[in-house]
Every structure is written in C-alpha cells, then in structure tokens.
C-alpha cells in the first residue's frame, strides 16, 4: 500500500487526479439495490447502482470513490505479495507531497535508532538487529520524526490563524485517527492525524483550520464554511484532494500485523 500511495502522488496532483474511464471497472445495474456501491477484488472493480440511476448521477458516484477503489485494490495486491516493502536503502518516502530517498545505516554500539533528514531520510540503526526488528525500529522511528514535524507546523498555522478571529484551541495533539483527519473536542482541545505531514502543506492548513473553526461553530452549516473559507478562500482545492487521495494517506507506513 505504501508503494501505491507514494506513486499517487507521483502522477497524480489535486488539479488532476486519476479519473476512471468506463473500461476500467464493471458494470451491474440491479434491480434490487436500493443506492450505489462499489465491490473491490484483485483483478476487478465493480460498480453496482440501481437500475434508474442516471448516468450523470453514476458517473459522479464513481468518481467520487475511485481514489478509495484503486487504494483497497492495491491493498489486495500488497497483501497477496506478501505485504508492505522494506524500509530499506532505495526505498522513496512521503513528506509533505514531496519524496525523498531512504538510507539505513548500522552504527556499532548505538542504542535505539535516529532520523536525520537533509532532503534525504537517513535512519540509523544499532548494528546486529534481525530483519523484523530492524524493519520494526526503522518504521517506528520515522512515525516519531513524522509526529513531530506535523506538531510543528500544527502550531505555527494555528498561530497565524487563531488571531483573526479569536479561534484558540486549549491543547493540540497529533493523534493516530484511523477514519478521521481531526477533531475539536468539546472543551476545545484539537487532535491532528500525523499522515498528514505526508501531505502537500496546504492540505494539512486546511485541516487545522477546519477544526480551529468548530471552536466557532460545533457543526458543517454554512456559517461554519463561511469561516473556513475566510480563512482558507481555496478550501475546497484541499477538501477534494484529501477526498480523492485520503484511502493511500491512511494506509501509508502501516504498524506490522
């Protein structure tokens, strides 16, 4: 799954993203189905939709879930070859929409492992460990460096947007939300998913925005978009960019099974 996520951001962008063509999956109007759904297989997408659907309509549902699509399929493929790849040297690492190259080195004596980055990931690890244990440390390791960076720019945006309209979070935390991007808690304390320093930055903005202003307004009404979009005027850039690619973010740098 990491390799699929690390090649949608290689050939993909928020202004163009992967569309699907009516080639690319099946199918099945029915009788009997009530709303569309998508059915996901290794060799196969199928879209199955009630039988009066108009196209239109089919062709906007499909789009809407293709990025979701195309990351369980790869997610099937990953598993059936035997899951993720190594963290190893050549490996190629997201970090805020961009990639870099990955070196592991064994420093003899070194306890724990380290993350330097220089426009290149170089983790370095005690010499001796077995493979699942280096893989295990070089994967920890980089959430750890990946937390932190994300931490940083948290507070920096919600500095420069807290002030103008008086939107001030009693805490942050960087979390590991499995389904959510973030959240404003009710005494007003921010969570942030860490994927999204993977992430190009304006994506990331937005989601800090996007809860800076249920500070304001606990709910998605239009009052609460119109303060999101004074704040972030191309919100919707970002929202749709995270719709699209959010599936290949979530499952990027999996903790082993």
Same mark, same amino acid.
């Given at each position: 799954m990491l390799d699929a996520f690390l090649r949608s951001l290689r050939?993909?962008?928020?202004?163009?993203?992967?569309?699907?063509?009516?080639?690319?999956?099946r199918l099945r109007r029915s009788a009997r189905a009530k709303r569309a759904r998508?059915?996901?297989?290794?060799?196969r997408i199928e879209v199955v939709v009630p039988q009066g659907m108009p196209a239109a309509q089919l062709q906007a549902f499909v789009a809407d879930h293709w990025q979701w699509a195309?990351?369980?399929?790869?997610?099937?493929?990953?598993?059936?070859?035997?899951?993720?790849?190594?963290?190893?040297?050549?490996?190629? =690492?997201?970090?805020?929409?961009?990639?870099?190259?990955?070196?592991?080195?064994?420093?003899?004596?070194?306890?724990?492992?380290?993350v330097a980055f220089d426009r290149h990931f170089r983790v370095s690890v005690p010499g001796g460990l077995a493979a699942d244990a280096r893989q295990a440390l070089v994967r920890d390791k980089l959430e750890?460096?990946?937390?932190?960076?994300?931490?940083?720019?948290?507070?920096?945006?919600?500095?420069?947007?807290?002030?103008r309209?008086?939107?001030?979070?009693?805490?942050?935390?960087?979390r590991d939300q499995k389904t959510r991007?973030?959240?404003?808690?009710?005494?007003?304390?921010?969570?942030?998913?860490?994927?999204?320093? =993977?992430a190009p930055p304006p994506v990331l903005e937005y989601v800090v925005v996007h809860e800076l202003c249920h500070l304001r307004h606990r709910n998605h009404a239009k009052p609460f978009w119109?303060?999101?979009?004074?704040?972030?005027?191309?919100y919707r850039?970002?929202?749709?960019? =995270?719709?699209q690619h959010g599936h290949a973010l979530m499952a990027a740098l999996p903790k082993p099974r």
């Open positions: 050939n993909r962008s928020p202004q163009a993203p992967e569309q699907p063509s009516d080639g690319t999956y998508i059915s996901v297989y290794h060799d195309l990351g369980k399929q790869a997610e099937l493929a990953a598993r059936a070859g035997g899951g993720e790849p190594a963290l190893a040297d050549g490996a190629s =690492l997201p970090f805020q929409g961009e990639h870099f190259p990955l070196t592991v080195v064994e420093q003899a004596g070194q306890r724990g492992g380290r750890a460096w990946y937390r932190r960076q994300v931490a940083d720019h948290t507070r920096r945006m919600v500095q420069h947007h807290a002030v309209h008086g939107l001030h979070p009693r805490s942050i935390a960087v991007w973030g959240s404003c808690g009710p005494r007003g304390d921010i969570n942030i998913n860490w994927r999204l320093i =993977l119109d303060l999101v979009e004074d704040h972030l005027p191309q850039e970002q929202r749709r960019w =995270l719709k």
